[in-house]
């Protein structure tokens, strides 16, 4: 692994990683790892004490459209390792025993301070009523930065995310108070007609995010609904 050093505006000089490709590492092994470790805000959540890059995504979103509200009821789909669930306890207070954070995810994560978290696939059919069992009453805010599980084939990939989406979206009508929001992860172009159509029928607002924290060459953008209308 070597730096290198390029200057800034100001004269000020920048140091960049750059890391060998090792008899045991890939190209594709060595981009990642250099993306990582010369990337901002990987740097900006180890010093916070954020678990991932991702907080800095919804705190952006946070900070302009003010939807997590101190307490606040939150449910958080796909949730480890725990940037999301970390903000949104801070955020709605749950850290001081104001507001609820629920969390889930297929994969186990550490404790985050202010969050009720448990290891459940949220396609199981049974994790709906899990979910709302542990929040025991309406949520203000569902949020989802899960990510379907690819296999190469644009086509498959897109259908599988798209499959996601509406599953999130559905059980966000199902547990919503009115007022409340839904945000969750797309791709660029992923969006189909229809679910924005029920969306736009069940919420005030529906709009594409892609907030400064999402990195430029990637696809993703997040769907963002406020104004739940009720389930009547």
Same mark, same amino acid.
């Given at each position: 692994?070597?730096?290198?050093?390029?200057?800034?505006?100001? #004269?000020?000089?920048?140091?960049?990683?750059?890391?060998?490709?090792?008899?045991? !590492?890939? %190209?594709?092994?060595?981009?990642?790892?250099?993306?990582? +470790?010369?990337?901002?805000? &990987?740097?900006?959540?180890?010093?916070?004490?954020?678990?991932?890059?991702?907080?800095?995504?919804?705190?952006? =979103?946070? @900070?302009?459209? !003010? $939807? +997590?509200?101190?307490?606040?009821?939150?449910?958080?789909?796909?949730?480890?390792?725990?940037?999301?669930?970390? /903000?949104?306890?801070?955020?709605?207070?749950? /850290?001081?025993?104001?507001?609820? /954070?629920?969390? =889930?995810? =297929?994969?186990? %994560?550490?404790? /985050?301070?202010?969050?009720? $978290?448990?290891?459940?696939?949220?396609?199981?059919?049974?994790?709906?009523?899990?979910?709302?069992? %542990?929040?025991?009453?309406?949520? @203000? &805010? &569902?949020?989802? @930065?899960?990510?379907?599980?690819?296999?190469? *084939?644009?086509?498959?990939? *897109?259908?599988?995310?798209?499959? %996601?989406?509406?599953?999130?979206?559905?059980?966000? !009508?199902?547990?919503?108070?009115? #007022?409340?929001?839904?945000?969750?992860?797309?791709?660029?172009?992923?969006?189909?007609?229809? +679910? +924005?159509?029920?969306?736009?029928?069940? $919420?005030?607002?529906?709009? *594409?995010?892609?907030?400064?924290?999402? !990195?430029?060459?990637?696809?993703?953008?997040?769907?963002?609904?406020? #104004? $739940?209308?009720?389930?009547?």
């Amino acid at each position: 692994m070597t730096k290198s050093a390029k200057k800034k505006a100001g #004269g000020e000089r920048e140091l960049k990683v750059k890391v060998k490709t090792g008899k045991n !590492r890939s %190209m594709s092994s060595k981009l990642w790892l250099e993306r990582q +470790l010369n990337d901002p805000y &990987v740097a900006r959540a180890k010093r916070e004490g954020y678990r991932s890059r991702a907080a800095y995504k919804l705190i952006e =979103i946070d @900070d302009k459209h !003010r $939807f +997590l509200k101190p307490g606040g009821k939150v449910i958080d789909l796909g949730a480890a390792p725990g940037g999301w669930s970390q /903000v949104a306890a801070k955020r709605v207070g749950s /850290v001081e025993g104001r507001g609820k /954070v629920v969390a =889930i995810d =297929i994969l186990d %994560m550490p404790a /985050v301070p202010g969050v009720n $978290f448990v290891v459940l696939d949220f396609l199981d059919e049974t994790a709906p009523d899990k979910i709302k069992a %542990m929040l025991g009453s309406g949520a @203000d &805010v &569902v949020l989802s @930065d899960m990510a379907a599980n690819t296999v190469g *084939h644009r086509q498959t990939d *897109h259908l599988k995310i798209i499959a %996601m989406v509406e599953t999130a979206a559905e059980f966000a !009508r199902e547990v919503l108070n009115p #007022g409340g929001a839904f945000l969750a992860k797309v791709r660029q172009g992923g969006t189909e007609a229809a +679910l +924005l159509a029920q969306l736009k029928r069940d $919420f005030a607002t529906v709009k *594409h995010v892609k907030p400064q924290a999402s !990195r430029s060459d990637s696809a993703e953008l997040y769907l963002f609904a406020t #104004g $739940f209308r009720g389930g009547g």
